[in-house]
Every structure is written in structure tokens, then in C-alpha cells.
């Protein structure tokens, strides 16, 4: 099973700040790799994938990058919207599976 | 626009059977170019990929449920169906049903389904 690993765990961060997150495999998935969003009580919504395309309707300062094991995702400038958690998720190897999360918290 | 939307007991009681379904709208369940997914997500944890059916039936599940998930279809109404045998404790959680189109992720989601595991 490949592992994802993300870091930090926590990111407290203010609004119109630079979100930089980071996700790391255990082994290679090439360019298989997905993030979400998830807003407290919501299911995840899709922002990111194949490491670097952005979802129908995700703004343009949400963007991936990456490919074999170290992915990034990045949001330019935070909205009030965007505190929230977020995961990647593989899909070169089955099962399919999903980092720990990082939660991007207000300072 | 696809939706998607998790039914069944909120309640299960441990070493019993829980059983939820996923009722689709807005499109075909036998659309050949889908994966139909169950995932699900521990109050205050990460997520985890329970099993996927593929549109031919085909279904592929996560070796470490494997001996205890089934998911199934009932094309006539439009719906697919997780059932989890002997769950204990560890299996509470949020239940999402979700839409993977083939050779991408999954974009369209239920809202989840909460399921306690008590006596």
C-alpha cells in the first residue's frame, strides 16, 4: 500500500498569505495524484488533479505540482473560504489512498 | 449534474451488518465510463478508500475490509450498495459515496452518512 505523508499537520497562516502544502509517497505515482478540499462538516471537493489540473470551477489561485513522489500544492493568496483541510489522494496503486490531512488554520 | 446521496441506519450494533446505499440522479448508474466508490472517514480523522465497483460490476476493495465489504448495484433503481459485516467500534464513521469518472478522481460526492457502532 503506498503511504502519503503530509506536511506540516498545521498551517496557521492570515488571509491574503501564501499557502504552501506538501505531500510525499512512499513510492512513485507518477503524476496519479489528487488534493481536496474539505470544509468542517462537508465532503471533500475536488481542487487538484493529476498533480497539477485544476478542477471544474477552482479558482486560480489554488495549483499543484509535482510528480513521482513529492507533490505541492499551493494557494496564492488565502480567502476566508479557504481555511479548511486538505488531502491528497493516490491513484497509481491500488487501494487508492489518502495523506493524514493538513489543516490550514486562521493566525 | 450528478448527485449523489448516502441512505441507511445511523445506528448499528456491534458484530452485526451495516448496510448503506447510494441513490444517483442526474445520470445512469450503467454509464460506461465510471467507477461507483464507497470511502469513509472517522469522526476527526482522515479519510479511507473502502472498495470501488467498476461499470461492468467489476468491484475492487481495500485488502483490508475485503473480507467483510460487498458492494453491489440495483441498476433498475439507479443505486449501488455497501454493506460492512461484523463491524465493531472502529468501523463508526462518515460514509461517502462518490463518482470517479474512468482515468480520473472523484468529483461528485454524497454528502455522507454518519454510522455509530453501540450496543
Known amino acids: 500500500e503506498i503511504v502519503l505523508t503530509q506536511s506540516p499537520a498545521t498551517l496557521s497562516l492570515s488571509p491574503g498569505d501564501r499557502a504552501t502544502l506538501s505531500c510525499r509517497a512512499s513510492?512513485?505515482?507518477?503524476?496519479?495524484l489528487a488534493w481536496y478540499q474539505q470544509r468542517s462538516g462537508q465532503a471533500p471537493r475536488l481542487l487538484i488533479y493529476?498533480?497539477?489540473n485544476r478542477a471544474t470551477g477552482i479558482p486560480a489561485r489554488f495549483s499543484g505540482s509535482g510528480s513521482g513522489t513529492d507533490f505541492t500544492l499551493t494557494i496564492s493568496s488565502l480567502e476566508p473560504e479557504d481555511f479548511a483541510v486538505y488531502y491528497c489522494?493516490?491513484?497509481?496503486?491500488?487501494?487508492?489512498?489518502f495523506g493524514q490531512g493538513t489543516k490550514v488554520e486562521i493566525k | 449534474q450528478l448527485q449523489l446521496q448516502e441512505s441507511g441506519p445511523g445506528l448499528v450494533k456491534p458484530s452485526e451488518t451495516l448496510s448503506l446505499t447510494c441513490t444517483v440522479s442526474g445520470g445512469s448508474i450503467s454509464g460506461s465510463s465510471h467507477y461507483w466508490a464507497w470511502i469513509r472517514q472517522p469522526p476527526g480523522k482522515g479519510l479511507e478508500w473502502i472498495g470501488s465497483m467498476y461499470y461492468n460490476w467489476k468491484t475492487y476493495y481495500n485488502p483490508s475490509l475485503k473480507s467483510r465489504v460487498t458492494i453491489s448495484v440495483d441498476a433498475s433503481k439507479n443505486q449501488f450498495s455497501l454493506n460492512l459485516t461484523s463491524v465493531t467500534a472502529a468501523d463508526a464513521a462518515v460514509y461517502y459515496c462518490?463518482?470517479?469518472?474512468?482515468?480520473?478522481?472523484?468529483?461528485?460526492w454524497g454528502q455522507g452518512t454518519l454510522v455509530t457502532v453501540s450496543s
Open positions: 462518490a463518482m470517479q469518472p474512468l482515468g480520473s478522481f472523484p468529483a461528485d
Open positions: 513510492q512513485s505515482v507518477s503524476s496519479l
Open positions: 493529476d498533480a497539477s
Open positions: 489522494q493516490q491513484r497509481s496503486n491500488w487501494p487508492w489512498t
